[in-house]
């Protein structure tokens, strides 16, 4: 079985070491004692440290919200996967907010192979913009970003992967996609494209979460559907009720 995984994304937010401490702090008692689901926390790098102390001895895992492909070099600003490697587990890749702003598919790839490489899973977002939906072209991007983005894998590295669909749409609009359409679009464009590339046994390996405009209030809904394997959370990540939303995935993924 896939167990569950609950990722927050904190983006460009809770950059200081007091906030973000404050914040995991409260977060780690309630959070701790959901066993049956994974809690990733993605903080900003620059509390990526403090954070790894705090949560050293819990079972809230660290990742980080972007990574460079190459391993060393000149490249002002830049955090690349082998700095990462003990610090955190996860790295979040190709966000729809780094794709606008130019990231190719080919960048992508080499930032998930520069993961795997270093024992660090990412978690792979694809998903279609408006114009792509409204088109009727939402599989066949999606379908596309799942291939580009692990090719040059092996089956039993790209078993480790985590791929987070997000229709980028419905991302910050206060507007999700349905359980349902969410769920068919998981199942037959993401799960199907990883089996016609990686066979079928590796596809009904790897989790997929959903993102974009994850709520407590709509998260018992995507957590009943059989190809959500859980959710990649934005502004609801930020503040104490991130943990309630948490609570009621784990319930839900009991009852499922």
Known sequence: MRR??????WKMNLGRADEALALVRRLRPPLSRLERIEVVVCPPFTVLSPLAEVLASSPIALGAQNVHAEEAGAHTGEVSASMLTGLCEYVIVGHSER????????????????CVENALTPIVCVGENRAQQEAGDTDATVVGQVA????????EQVRECVIAYEP???????????????NRT?????RGSLANSFGEEAAQAV???YGG????????????????????????????????????????????
């Open 4 to 9: 569950p995984l609950i990722a927050a994304n």
């Open 99 to 114: 794709r606008a702003a130019g990231e190719t598919d080919a960048a992508v790839n080499a930032k998930v192979i520069a």
């Open 148 to 155: 580009n983005a692990l090719e040059g894998l092996t089956v």
């Open 168 to 182: 980028i749409w419905a991302i910050g609009s206060g507007r999700a996609a349905t359980p349902a359409a969410a």
């Open 186 to 190: 998981m199942g037959l464009a993401v």
């Open 207 to 209: 989790r997929i979460l």
């Open 213 to 256: 405009s994850v709520t407590a209030a709509v998260i018992t809904g995507f957590m009943a559907m059989p190809e959500i394997d859980g959710a990649l959370v934005g502004g609801a990540s930020l503040n104490p009720e991130f943990a309630d939303l948490a609570r009621q995935a784990s319930d839900a993924a009991l009852s499922s």
